[in-house]
């Protein structure tokens, strides 16, 4: 069945059990979460499905100020952090999943599927419950959960860190099976460039006029845009200024992005960008410029020495998977985790094509990361 055709809506899962990791389980709960919906800024009712649910499998969880879930379980040696996010992309109300054979779900190709990330936040929660079933000993659990991540990993940047105190994170939030990490990502850094100018009618006096619209234009043209090496890139995503097409704008915004794999190098066009609004300010003296950069992310390269994939390699081999880590030009909650001196590996939970109407889930990858964590929970030496 392709993406969009016609297909069962899904109810249980039509399939038998996985080994210690539940299989009609994890897809049920999946299939519980995508049904509430959750676009960024609108995640009140997952958040609180997620907290219900994490107490109920004896956690102590709530919400810290920032919306974000956190829940802790107590276990022997150190913790270790489990963390997904709630919220989804557009468009992602009223989704309605269906069947692919006995092994992927997809949308019914109306919205996405909410694979990314209600699959992370199932594969969370069927650990913990396969770890309560067994009674085996395990690491200190703690869960974040958080809002707001796909629209500039808003939960993590104002989550409450007093609140963990683990030292290693496993964030369940990539494409692919388990063994799909990402290795490498970039330092990120944003811009705010406001142009202050002043209004004048447009046919009786524009000459007492200062054009923000077009000093800001000059200013456009110097900024680093596109691929600018194989380790960075830069963007110029929204300028807006100007009330109507009578008046002389007196204001504009220019908002932007510098991303590269070597902080050295976001850093020269972070300075390069700022010597340009100087050469464009000192041309135009009865203008104002304000320039205002802003650390979104730091980036990290993941080496085999990394206490992260030190706890998650020799899991993914012990099971039978070869590592496979490699560079991604987005961030993700790690990003912001390791900038709170906490080793994070970003790992895929079997999801394909997110963000789009096509996206799909493999159900025996979703298991096999199930696995990958609950092995790793459960490595305490």
């Known amino acids: 069945m392709k993406a969009g055709a016609p297909g069962r809506i899904l109810g249980a899962d039509p399939s038998g059990a996985f080994p210690v990791i539940n299989r009609d389980r994890v897809v049920q709960t999946f299939l519980e979460l995508v049904a509430i919906d959750s676009p960024s800024g609108e995640e009140d009712a997952i958040a609180a499905e997620l907290e ?14 920032a919306g974000n879930v956190l829940a802790r379980r107590e276990g022997t040696g150190e913790p270790i952090l489990l963390s997904a996010h709630m919220d989804t992309v557009e468009p992602g109300r009223g989704i309605r999943p269906t069947w692919d054979g006995p092994d992927i779900i997809r949308s019914d190709g109306t919205t996405i ?6 699959a992370g936040c199932a594969v969370i929660l069927e650990v913990i419950q396969s770890a309560i079933e067994d009674e085996a000993p395990v690491r200190p659990i703690e869960v974040a959960i958080s809002r707001g991540e796909e629209v500039g990993l808003v939960g993590a940047a104002n989550m409450d860190y ?3 105190s683990a030292r290693v994170a496993i964030v369940i939030d990539s494409g692919g099976p388990p063994s799909s990490i990402q290795g490498q990502a970039p330092y990120h850094y944003t811009y705010d460039i406001e142009v202050h100018g002043r209004a004048a009618h447009a046919g009786l006096e524009p000459e007492k006029g200062v054009p923000a619209i077009s000093i800001a234009a000059e200013i456009v043209l110097g900024l680093p845009q596109g691929r600018l090496d194989s380790e960075t890139t830069g963007n110029v995503g929204k300028i807006q200024g100007g009330l109507v097409r009578n008046a002389v704008p007196d204001h504009t915004l220019i908002q932007g992005e510098m991303r590269s794999m070597v902080e050295e190098k976001v850093e020269t066009m972070v300075s390069r960008t700022q010597r340009h609004v100087d ?23 993941l080496t085999p020495d990394d206490p992260a994939a030190k706890l998650l390699y020799p899991v993914l081999e012990g099971l039978g998977f070869k590592p496979d880590p490699h560079p991604v030009g987005g961030g993700t909650d790690g990003n912001v985790f390791r900038g709170h001196g906490i080793a994070s590996v970003v790992i895929g939970r079997g999801g394909y094509n997110q963000h789009t109407k096509d996206e799909y889930l493999v ?3 979703m298991l096999e990361c199930a696995r990958v964590v609950e092995g790793c929970v459960r490595r305490i030496s």
């Open 52 to 65: 219900r649910r994490f107490r109920d499998l004896g956690l102590e969880a709530s919400q810290d100020t």
């Open 113 to 118: 599927l909410g694979a990314d990330n209600k």
């Open 162 to 164: 007093s609140r963990i």
């Open 279 to 301: 050469d464009v300010q000192a041309k135009h003296p009865d203008a104002r410029i304000d320039a205002r950069f802003h650390t979104a992310y730091p980036g990290y390269t």
């Open 363 to 365: 159900i025996p990858e």
